[in-house]
């Protein structure tokens, strides 16, 4: 009996996909259980695999299409899953015909020693960057799961490039423009880019933003990292970095000024009395926020450990719809890229975001002298319709006074 591959249900707030990769053509056999196509989210990249073990009789939607959660994206004809391929198929890579291995009960084709030749797989943003940067994808050793080429993968290989067969020659890179040449080019935005385009659109039109400044003194956080860096780092297995201060002096101002802490329903005010912070991550397929769950209840550690498991699984492609939900209050950190001072954009439907940006050495007037200090500009976006400007002002100077004097923050 034939069965549907569908548009599987991710979450409440995806509704729709694209089609990233089919890893099999019409006419293969396929086990049940099998990936048969990656598809792109706004949020997630996920793997659609076979329902029942047969053959992959069509495909309904080609790579780059968009579909609906629920929608057929092709058909598997029952009784044929494991039994091997009766022809080979153009353009497949086998042996010409009179010169084809036979193949392994798997249906898959054998290599010389007899075992079935495994299939690479890689994720969109490994494959966007091997394309981008002439890296054979087949010269990758993958280290995700089941061999699986991760972004990563492909970078380790750039910067240390294997050795590349002569019958396989890379691309060389396009020749440089002649003078006068005007070159456009169009790409396509990916699901992530084209709906982060849109709720920045949103958060401008339907909330009433505002933004705040303070600086904040950074002395007394980089002499405690510089004291205890090392013990943390052998004790933890990871950096003692700027977010975890800010997290939890955040959570401290947060706990005096609830209404920065909820979310707007309809005419009613939703004061949240837990902590889920938002750490935004710039990768390369996209802007993404990832939660810190119950970041009140972390210690210095998980909230280093956990931000740096984040980070990495951003630029992998590998973060999970679980990991993006929720969020009471967002931090950003544009200072990591070098940016003075900006005015971050909400991240609905939360009602505020905190900006963090560049430390700098300048002179500050302290006790009638001038003295030079390392200072961050800070920037408080808020939606004024239910945060008072007074409100968010004494919210940033909290988050001041508690950086500034970070013995406080083991009291909060």
Do not use: C
Not at 271 to 282: E, Q, W
């Amino acid at each position: 009996m034939p069965a549907n591959v569908v548009v599987p249900e991710v979450g409440e707030s995806i509704v729709d996909a694209r089609v990233a990769k089919w890893l099999k053509k019409e006419g293969d056999a396929v086990n049940v259980g099998e990936p048969l196509v990656e598809l792109e989210t706004d949020k997630i990249d996920l793997e659609v695999a076979a329902p029942q073990a047969g053959v992959l009789k069509k495909i309904a939607h080609a790579d780059g299409a968009d579909v609906k959660v629920g929608e057929v994206l092709g058909v598997i004809e029952e009784g044929a899953g494991a039994a091997p391929a009766a022809k080979s198929e153009a353009g497949s890579g086998e042996p010409e015909a009179g010169s084809r291995k036979p193949e392994a009960a798997s249906g898959k084709p054998e290599t010389e020693s007899g075992k079935p030749e495994a299939k690479q797989r890689s994720t969109p943003a490994a494959r966007n960057a091997a394309q981008q940067n002439a890296v054979d994808l087949k010269q990758v050793s993958g280290t995700g799961d089941a061999g699986r080429v991760m972004k990563r993968d492909v970078e380790q290989a750039v910067a240390k490039p294997a050795p590349k067969p002569a019958a396989s020659p890379q691309p060389r890179p396009a020749p440089p423009l002649a003078a006068g040449e005007r070159v456009e080019e169009r790409v396509r935005m990916s699901k992530r880019r084209a709906t982060i385009a849109k709720r920045l659109v949103e958060a401008q039109s339907t909330a009433a933003m505002l933004t705040t400044f303070n600086e904040v003194d950074m002395s007394g956080v980089m002499a405690i990292r510089e004291r205890h860096k090392q013990a943390f780092k052998d004790r933890h297995g990871v950096g003692l970095g700027l977010t975890s201060f800010f997290v939890k002096a955040s959570i401290g101002a947060l706990r005096e000024f609830p209404r920065i802490n909820a979310e707007i329903q309809g005419d009613e005010m939703v004061l949240k009395h837990y902590y889920d912070i938002g750490i935004a991550v710039g990768a390369s397929e996209g802007l993404v926020v990832p939660v810190l769950r119950d970041a009140d209840r972390m210690s210095f550690a998980q909230i280093e450990q956990k931000t740096r498991e984040y980070a990495k699984a951003a630029e992998d492609g590998s973060l999970s719809l679980a990991d993006l939900k929720g969020g009471t209050f967002t931090i950003t950190n544009g200072g990591v890229f070098g940016s003075l001072l900006s005015t971050p954009i909400l991240n609905p439907p939360q009602v505020a975001i905190l900006g963090l940006h560049a430390i700098k050495d300048r002179p500050m007037a302290i006790g009638g002298q001038v003295v030079v200090r390392p200072m961050m500009y800070m920037a408080l976006t808020y939606d004024h319709r239910i945060v008072d400007g007074a409100e968010a002002v004494q919210f940033l100077v909290r988050v001041k006074q508690l950086v500034e004097d970070p013995g406080a923050l083991l009291i909060e």
